[in-house]
């Protein structure tokens, strides 16, 4: 997985609980991205990050804020968790924009009771 | 609004038989468009990609046809083989930037 490690792999938590996912690269890319996959809606995208602070929101953003101090690292937080956030995420990295492979992370299955 | 729709969810296919995914897009112009492979459990993992002035790319097994006006790539496995069976995604970026947007995936499976 292109030295992309999730952590938690896999988290229970429940409504109204915050919630921090990391994910974390060895690539030095400057492109990080997170993902929520559902079925029937495909892979979409939360937030971006296009540098140390620097970030911006994805097609779904709402009830996500994210937070990058250092290259290698990418937050996603849920400030209060609720069940239509019971999801897979994955973390993404890219060297550039524009015509860049995306390399994915091994995800982070998470349910909210 | 904007849409991306992979022809069917499920495709079962004899193994040396040529496996043919289906990519649409509705109300995007990409400058290029992608496909990726997922396995159960794992992150998606990049096949190809082909720009809009690219008819065809092809690597070992694998060719994508991108045709614009028909808003539609085709993904070909030829020979396809038990290990090729796995969640095939199209993704798309409309705005060349490299925010991607992906359809659901067809899932492939290849029967010995």
């Known amino acids: 997985d292109a030295g992309i490690t999730q952590s938690p792999r896999h988290k229970v938590t429940e409504t109204g609980t915050p919630v921090t996912l990391r994910c974390h690269q060895t690539?030095?890319?400057?492109?990080m991205y997170w993902y929520r996959q559902d079925p029937g809606h495909g892979l979409r995208l939360i937030h971006y990050?296009?540098?140390?602070?620097?970030?911006d929101k994805g097609e779904v953003s709402d009830g996500y804020s994210v937070s990058r101090s250092k290259t290698e690292d990418f937050l996603l937080t849920l400030e209060s968790a609720t069940s239509s956030q019971t999801s897979v995420y994955f973390c993404?990295?890219?060297?550039?924009?524009?015509?860049?492979?995306?390399?994915f992370g091994p995800g982070t299955r998470l349910l909210v009771l | 609004s904007q849409k991306i729709e992979q022809n069917s969810e499920a495709l079962n296919i004899q193994e040396g038989k040529t496996a043919t995914l289906t990519c649409n897009y509705t109300n995007y112009s990409p400058a290029y468009l992608q496909w990726y492979r997922q396995d159960p459990g794992r992150g998606p993992v990049f096949l190809l990609l082909i720009r809009e002035n690219e008819k065809e790319k092809r690597k070992e097994r694998l060719k994508v046809t991108f045709d614009t006006t028909l808003k539609q790539s085709l993904f070909h496995i030829t020979a396809s083989q038990p290990a090729d069976s796995a969640t095939y995604l199209c993704?798309?970026?409309?705005?060349?930037?490299?925010?991607?947007?992906f359809g659901t995936g067809t899932r492939l499976t290849v029967i010995p």
């Open positions: 690539e030095n890319h400057r492109y």
């Open positions: 993404a990295i890219s060297e550039s924009r524009g015509e860049e492979t995306q390399y």
């Open positions: 990050s296009y540098g140390v602070k620097d970030t």
């Open positions: 993704a798309l970026d409309p705005g060349g930037a490299n925010n991607l947007f």
